[in-house]
């Protein structure tokens, strides 16, 4: 009986973080329209190619980081978060929209509802046991004692379900075979991923800059040669090359994870001379 106050006081704010990031998530209007901008590329990418994609499994949000320019120095996510900073800048901080969502990431909902049916079963075996001893002060003070606590958690725990119900479903995912575990961390990865390329893309547009200023101040500029140059990389020009190349998987109605699968295995390359013979030999 001892425990059941420690594990009351444990429960409730695991309760709590998932009761507030399943709503923040699902009630965010920012990271709404992060994702439609995502899709938006997605689509921009598939243009002509296969009908519009209506949506996006999450998973691939995953995707936007693995996918990498032939210089490798930036990801999709370094481009759509400069695409957010130079158009959409009130989005950037989308992520303060969120809450306690690294929190929720670590709670299993399946653990939290076991330890309340436990809970559950110990204050009835001590109301059985105080209808046999009914003179017992200790009992009598527990019951007392504990039997709110015990309700009130039994209640948010009805309503973290639903809450958490509601935002898987409303991502298009199955909340039966996608745990809080497996949900909240993709958004936890996202945000940190994206706070990181918001910082990449700040310091090279800093070291591009210098490198300008000491260009610009060189004594080669005068004698008319460019020093080196950081690498830059187009990547709308770059995508709408490779849309010349028949390599976009069919299936899944134009899915976005499909796309950017394609992209993640066949780098952004200009079209060779070589392989537009073929094809029009083809």
Do not use: W
Request: glycine letters at 4%; aromatic letters at 8%.
């Amino acid at each position: 009986m001892g425990n059941f106050p420690e594990s009351v006081k444990r429960l409730q704010p695991q309760i709590n973080s998932i009761i507030a990031a399943s709503m923040s998530i699902k009630s965010s209007a920012k990271l709404k329209k992060i994702l439609e901008i995502v899709l938006a590329f997605g689509n921009y990418m598939n243009s002509s190619k296969r009908g519009a994609a209506y949506g996006f499994r999450l998973q691939s949000l995953d995707l936007l980081l693995e996918t990498k320019s032939t210089d490798r120095t930036q990801t999709l996510l370094h481009f759509i978060a400069n695409i957010v900073h130079e158009k959409y800048p009130d989005l950037a901080n989308f992520h303060t929209e969120l809450h306690f969502v690294d929190k929720a990431a670590l709670v299993s909902l399946d653990s939290i509802l076991q330890d309340i049916r436990c809970l559950e079963r110990g204050m009835e075996m001590t109301k059985k046991e105080f209808m046999i001893q009914d003179d017992s002060p200790v009992l009598k003070e527990f019951i007392k004692s504990n039997s709110e606590p015990l309700e009130s958690l039994k209640k948010d725990s009805k309503t973290a379900q639903e809450a958490y119900c509601s935002v898987v479903e409303y991502f298009g995912e199955n909340p039966k075979t996608t745990q809080p575990a497996m949900f909240f961390p993709l958004f936890v990865r996202f945000i940190k991923a994206y706070k990181k390329a918001e910082q990449d893309n700040q310091l090279k547009k800093k070291m591009e800059l210098e490198m300008s200023q000491t260009q610009d101040s060189s004594p080669a500029k005068a004698g008319g040669h460019k020093g080196p140059q950081m690498p830059k990389m187009d990547f709308i020009a770059e995508l709408k090359r490779k849309q010349v190349q028949p390599q976009v998987r069919e299936g899944k109605d134009g899915a976005l994870e499909d796309i950017i699968t394609d992209l993640r295995n066949t780098p952004y390359r200009r079209t060779e001379g070589r392989r537009a013979a073929q094809r029009a030999d083809t």
